[in-house]
């Protein structure tokens, strides 16, 4: 059973960095990109930006170029999204996600989500 | 440009038809997908590939595309389908691809 596992809530202050985690089991770690996606309380869903595990590789919405940095660990199957100069509006539940190869590249397998809330 | 557009609500009584469109320019060239988001919940995939239904997603949950509209149809709505709905596709920058999500719309079950 393919699982995404996300790290624990956060609250933080304007102007720190937040480092939350997706812990992946059930298939080859290195065979999917990893995407990370934003939804802020009550508005839709962006696409923040993705990780190939298998080599590092990463790619990043424009709109967040520069203050986000994501990452990949192969010896713990754990991929991290690090968001940097934290501002109110960086409020919002982050969620992981991977395709399931049957379905094209749709977002098939969803972590739980992790609220960041940044408040000073 | 890289967006997409969605009604923002729609209503329907239950046991009616619901349909929802999302367009955009890129949609004649990539596949769409279609979410649905309960409160509190992760999304769950629809369709994909612009009108399949991916195992378990019952058949009441149709997906169709035109040019730059696709739709999602949802027929004999019930009560549990109240949710929120996204349309996703995929674009070309010219450098690399990216995701784009539209700004999802809210179906109310009357």
């Known amino acids: 059973e393919v699982q995404l596992v996300q790290s624990r809530p956060e609250v933080k202050k304007p102007g720190t960095t937040v480092k939350i985690s997706c812990k992946v089991s059930g298939y080859t770690f290195t065979d999917h990109y990893i995407h990370w996606l934003q939804q802020a309380p009550g508005k839709g869903l962006e696409w923040v930006g993705l990780v190939d595990p298998e080599n590092g590789e990463t790619r990043y919405a424009e709109k967040f170029q520069g203050r986000v940095t994501i990452t990949a660990d192969t010896s713990i199957d754990t991929v991290y999204m690090e968001r940097s100069s934290l501002r109110a509006d960086d409020t919002a539940t982050y969620y992981c996600a991977t395709i399931n190869a049957a379905y094209g590249s749709a977002f098939y397998y969803w972590g739980q989500g992790t609220r960041v809330t940044v408040s000073s | 440009s890289y967006g997409l557009t969605q009604p923002p609500s729609v209503s329907v009584s239950p046991g009616q038809t619901a349909r929802i469109t999302c367009s955009g320019d890129?949609?004649?060239?990539?596949?769409a997908f279609w979410y649905q988001q309960k409160p509190g919940q992760a999304p769950v995939l629809l369709i994909y590939?612009?009108?399949q239904r991916p195992s378990g997603i019952p058949e009441r949950f149709s997906g169709s595309s035109s040019g730059t509209t696709v739709s999602l149809t949802i027929t004999g709505v019930q009560a549990e389908d109240e949710a929120d709905y996204y349309c996703?596709?995929?674009?070309?920058?010219?450098?690399?691809?990216?995701?784009?999500f539209g700004g999802g719309t809210k179906l109310t079950v009357l």
């Open positions: 996703q596709s995929g674009d070309n920058t010219g450098t690399h691809e990216i995701w784009v």
């Open positions: 590939k612009d009108s």
């Open positions: 890129a949609l004649p060239k990539q596949y």
